[in-house]
């Protein structure tokens, strides 16, 4: 097996493992085996010990009856009822050996007195050599008679121990079988959890990365995923009919108040041709702030229209660099105006797929902030390079950064981190050039450049 497919098989494990589902039917397992081995211990105690105890109970009352039967006749009387009793036991089962002080045999079934070690209570088991030269575990139980006499009274617990041995050997299977079947249906159900929760978690995925229309899967088998799919799509309609609803309010808004301030901004400019000197100043920055608004009306509508997908891209296969040439030229004299030093390295041919228009207007949005917040004297800095199947363009520069904690938030519309609003600007260039990175099915992404700012626009490679 490959590496990759091993590394891939485990993470899948891993993630089974690590399931709520599974874990659930681990604990459910360990608490029925439990259940099961008390259940067992119960059976084994009303069966198998029962037989034990009515083993005991039967050595018990024999040994009893003979100790009294020495009291009573003495010791001929003992012998020759041990002699009968061995005589009459057809099955052959019963021990018997009644010894001296030395241990030497007056009667009974045994040839010698057997190496053992009674118990407190007497109670002693060895294997018994029986005369057919099979050997037989015994159960017996030791009593001492006056003058230092022996006696010994047991039973041959073969079958006992047969029995024994089939119960544990059933009881181990029976459980290792539950822990299996458990544990294999606490896979299964696992997977099957899992799968569902992976493709939860894959929509919701898709819509924290602008996907608004996705919704989650609903079977249709009534369970309680299904019953969650559902509320969260009814909130997933909900809050996309009021983010619709929002923009298309701005939209409209700025679609709306275009047209009146094209013809106030041509108001004010023909009427500053023609007015005072005193008066032409202020008329002419009138202008200029008209043609701010303008702009900023021109970059909402053209944010909307690229989220909303209705913008008609013409794509083709565009070369980055010829791009960045182009806007470094466009530039320069506004960075030489601030004493900025603007370079450009160009890396290869680095070629993507896109539209050229909304790309060149990423490019000059990034170019425009670095020279706006660059001090004098500093150094603005763009690079374009291929990094595997991306092309990569970062543009440095030397100004105060962006704090870590308010890089998502510089990308929403009308945020500005400026806020004393003493540099130009409408807070809807990093807006713009985030909609267009994902259009381009790129991203946009920011880190430290010890001074300043880098800005890295990804976009896929042709």
């Not at 100790?67 to 009793?85: P, S």
């Not at 010698?112 to 159960?139: C, K, M, N, Q, S």
């Not at 001090?375 to 363009?393: H, L, M, S, Y």
Request: net charge negative; glycine share 8%.
């Amino acid at each position: 097996m490959a590496p990759e497919a091993s590394r891939s098989l485990a993470a899948r494990c891993g993630a089974l493992l690590r399931t709520s589902t599974f874990q659930l039917t681990l604990f459910y397992t360990g608490l029925f085996s439990l259940s099961a081995a008390l259940l067992a211990m119960f059976f084994y105690w009303s069966t198998i010990g029962l037989l034990v105890r009515e083993t005991d109970a039967t050595l018990k009352a024999e040994i009893t009856g003979l100790a009294e039967q020495y009291i009573e006749h003495g010791l001929e009387r003992l012998v020759q009822v041990i002699v009968h009793r061995i005589r009459n036991d057809q099955s052959g089962a019963m021990i018997y050996l009644f010894a001296t002080r030395d241990n030497q045999p007056l009667a009974g079934n045994l040839l010698e007195w057997p190496r053992i070690e009674a118990d407190v209570d007497g109670w002693v088991e060895f294997t018994h050599h029986r005369a057919d030269g099979r050997d037989v575990p015994a159960r017996a139980r030791v009593y001492l008679l006056g003058d230092g006499l022996h006696l010994l009274v047991g039973r041959n617990i073969e079958q006992l121990r047969q029995l024994k041995q089939v119960f544990n050997r059933a009881l181990l299977l029976g459980v290792g079988v539950i822990f299996v079947l458990a544990t294999g249906g606490g896979l299964l159900m696992s997977n099957r959890m899992l799968k569902r929760v992976g493709a939860m978690t894959a929509a919701t995925g898709d819509i924290i990365a602008g996907q608004l229309d996705r919704r989650l899967e609903i079977r249709g088998v009534g369970d309680e995923f299904d019953e969650l799919a559902s509320r969260v799509n009814i909130m997933l309609d909900r809050l996309q009919a009021l983010l619709a609803t929002v923009r298309h309010v701005s939209d409209n808004i700025a679609h709306d108040l275009r047209t009146p301030l094209t013809r106030l901004r041509n108001r004010i400019e023909l009427a500053a041709r023609e007015a005072p000197e005193a008066l032409r100043d202020e008329l002419e920055a009138s202008v200029e702030d008209a043609d701010q608004l303008l702009a900023t009306f021109a970059a909402l509508l053209r944010i909307a229209r690229i989220e909303s997908g209705s913008y008609d891209a013409e794509v083709e296969v565009l070369d980055l660099g010829t791009l960045i040439n182009d806007a470094n030229e466009l530039y320069l004299g506004v960075a030489q105006d601030k004493q900025l030093s603007l370079q450009a390295e160009v890396h290869g041919q680095p070629l993507v797929r896109g539209d050229r228009n909304l790309l060149f207007q990423a490019l000059t949005n990034l170019l425009d902030n670095a020279i706006k917040h660059s001090p004098a004297g500093a150094v603005v800095k763009v690079d374009v390079r291929t990094a595997g199947p991306d092309v990569v363009v970062e543009v440095r520069d030397a100004g105060p950064g962006i704090p870590l904690e308010e890089r998502e938030r510089v990308t929403q519309r009308f945020t500005r981190l400026d806020q004393s609003r003493s540099l130009p600007g409408s807070g809807l260039g990093l807006s713009l050039v985030k909609a267009v990175a994902e259009l381009h099915k790129g991203s946009l992404g920011f880190s430290d450049n010890a001074p300043g700012l880098c800005a890295s626009l990804r976009l896929p490679a042709a």
